[in-house]
């Protein structure tokens, strides 16, 4: 097969992922509660998310490994596009809590069959295909594709959202339903063998990232620090994306759906902007945590800030700003993670991060949600903002560890990447 058709399916498929998922980013919170859940309670159902996504990801890439990265594929595919109706159907019939609490998990198992199913049946196909170019080139190409899908997307998302709260999630579906189509048509396995499913291997294969946790990661000071980091920030952060949707238009005075899109886009672009100043910042004899503890206290500060300060037009640029301290931060501290951990171990540990970090995140979303409800939204971010600076003593320790992954050498520059926002532990659907 010739891969320029493998690039071309990888690229179409990535894009309409993106585009579909970032319809909903600036109006979901808004959503739920025309639907008639209360502020905490639309945290909940995020949660339930959540708590779904990191439960079912490491089952599911045991499902990729075995039956095939395309059944994986459709699998996702199916599931998230009957999530997403799901939603439509309960806001409809006023469900409640609980029915949207399982649409969220039916989602959370859609986008952990989807998680590294797409990007590994392009590297299989690749190789089986002869393809000898590096691969830098087309997950570049795939971040630009991304980057403009989901500018388009949580812009049209809002548009769409003006009109009726429901429309970004039929058009979400439809989307999906495409990329669908496409894998129908575009998706062989072709470099790899399936295997037969076991639900041995699916257990032994959680064992695996809970032993190499412990051994590899929180035995390891470096790696235990940026672990408890990844608690305490998405602790906060997966609260606070779907927080300021009602507070920022309460500032603006209007029921303008349109501007929550907006926003969200300029969030995009704001996390694109800092992923481009790691490059200028990451300079060959500067130490990672110098920028990891000027990131984090702009975070902090900016955030903080957001619930302190009322003004729509001061509020707004501030919280952006922390968009673009948070780009910063992201591609450093995973490059300070992947030169501190053994390669053999690198996936999995990954996992392991990205598991507490979704522990975090479930954990903030019930207790500042709770917070929204009895206090208010803005009190949320003065208090959940203050927990951030945690951040800075961890950093301040891992800087005292003085480890050789703390030095930027031209031999192991930062990469520039591109953010998808918000992150995965955030509950983003």
């Given amino acids: 097969m ?18 579909s998922a970032s319809l909903i980013w600036g109006i979901n919170t808004l959503f739920l509660l025309d639907a008639g859940l209360s502020i905490f309670e639309v945290f909940i159902a995020n949660a339930a998310f959540t708590a779904a996504l990191a439960a079912l990801e490491v089952p599911t890439g045991v499902v990729a490994d075995t039956t095939g990265r395309r059944a994986s594929f459709l699998l996702s595919a199916a599931t998230l596009a009957i999530g997403t109706l799901a939603y439509v159907g309960v806001a409809a019939i006023e469900g409640g809590l609980v029915l ?81 189509a496409v894998g129908v048509r575009t998706m062989h396995d072709i470099g790899f063998t399936p295997r037969t499913l076991r639900v041995r291997g699916i257990v032994g294969e959680m064992r695996k990232v809970g032993r190499a946790g412990i051994r590899y990661g929180w035995r390891s000071p470096a790696v ?16 606070a994306w779907y927080a300021w949707q009602p507070y920022f238009l309460e500032l603006y005075g209007e029921d303008a759906i349109w501007l929550s899109g907006l926003i969200a886009a300029l969030f995009a672009l704001a996390g694109i902007a800092g992923n481009t100043l790691v490059g200028r910042l990451a300079i060959p004899g500067r130490r990672r945590t110098t920028i990891l503890l000027g990131a984090a206290a702009v975070s902090t500060a900016t955030m903080v800030a957001t619930g302190a300060v009322r003004s729509f037009w001061v509020t ?28 053999s171990e690198r996936a999995t540990l990954v996992s392991f ?21 009895e206090r208010s939204i803005p009190a949320g971010f003065v208090i959940g903002g203050l927990t951030t600076i945690l951040a800075i003593p961890i950093f301040a320790r891992l800087r005292a560890l003085d480890e050789p992954a703390d030095r930027i050498t ?15 532990q955030t509950g983003a659907r």
């Fill in 316 to 343: 707004v640029p501030l919280f952006l700003l922390g968009a673009v301290a948070g780009g910063v931060l992201g591609p450093v501290r995973q490059t300070y993670l992947h030169h501190s951990i053994p390669t």
């Fill in 353 to 373: 991060d990205s598991l507490v970090g979704s522990l975090g995140s479930v954990g903030g979303q019930a207790g500042l949600g709770y917070l929204s409800q």
């Fill in 224 to 239: 235990r620090l940026l672990v408890i980091e990844s608690f305490v920030i998405w602790g906060f952060f997966s609260w």
């Fill in 2 to 19: 010739d891969p320029k058709r493998f690039i071309r399916s990888y690229l179409v498929i990535s894009g309409l992922f993106t585009l």
């Fill in 410 to 424: 031209p031999e192991a520059p930062e990469r520039e990447i591109s953010v998808d926002v918000p992150p995965p």
């Fill in 100 to 180: 949207f609490s399982l649409a969220g998990v039916i989602l959370g198992l859609g986008y952990a069959f989807y998680s590294g199913a797409v990007e590994a049946w392009l590297v299989d196909g690749l190789k089986a295909s002869g393809y000898g170019d590096e691969l830098d080139r087309v997950f570049a190409r795939a971040s630009v594709v991304s980057s403009i899908a989901m500018i388009v997307g949580t812009t049209g998302g809002g548009v769409l959202g003006q009109l009726h709260l429901s429309l970004p999630y039929v058009v979400r579906a439809g989307l999906i339903l495409m990329a669908l």
